[in-house]
């Protein structure tokens, strides 16, 4: 049994446009956005992208497949584009530029599956085989920097700061997960 008998999922999207607009109009108005709220959209995105790209089931309120997701993109470019016009899209001593950034590397992940799947029809053979090495070995030299940054302190990378080291690294994984996301 569905919430009020709607069909499957127009909840989670009820719920993923509203905070999805809320915090994009804020940005816009260039109005403080509540960590809270903030980090409440990113949840329910990326469980809203997750859900819907495993799934693969009806399109809620009877929509074309991946409009919801599509107009969720719009609206990330959109907003990227007024930061881009002032002159402060990747401020990574912010939290609004870091997380474009990390959208930007998961979107370029769903770009690089794309393409893969395209490019490699029928197996893939050694290319595709390499390129997912390189990716996995990425993904856990990330992942071992990202721990011994937070184990060894600020000084283990002097000739960078931490924002910056950190940025790149979460770029590798969030480049990982767009690239490994099904749909």
Do not use: C
Request: charged share 15%; proline share 4%; glycine share 14%.
């Amino acid at each position: 049994m569905t919430p009020l008998n709607w069909p499957v999922g127009t909840i989670r999207t009820l719920a993923v446009l509203t905070l999805a607009t809320l915090v994009g109009v804020q940005l816009a108005k260039a109005q403080d956005v509540s960590p809270v709220v903030g980090g409440l959209t990113i949840l329910v995105i990326g469980y809203y992208f997750g859900y819907r790209s495993a799934t693969g089931g009806e399109s809620p309120f009877r929509l074309p497949s991946g409009s919801i997701r599509f107009a969720l993109t719009a609206l990330a470019a959109f907003l990227a584009y007024r930061r881009y016009e002032a002159g402060d899209l990747f401020e990574l001593g912010e939290p609004l530029g870091a997380l474009f950034l990390l959208v930007l590397s998961f979107l370029a992940g769903n770009a690089w599956r794309a393409m893969m799947k395209v490019l490699l029809r029928g197996g893939g053979g050694t290319p595709a085989g390499l390129g997912n090495h390189a990716k996995g070995v990425a993904m856990i030299g990330s992942l071992t920097a990202l721990v011994l940054f937070a184990v060894l302190g600020e000084d283990a990378f002097e000739r960078f700061t931490p924002e910056q080291i950190q940025s790149v690294l979460a770029a590798i994984i969030g480049f990982y997960f767009g690239s490994r996301s099904s749909g």
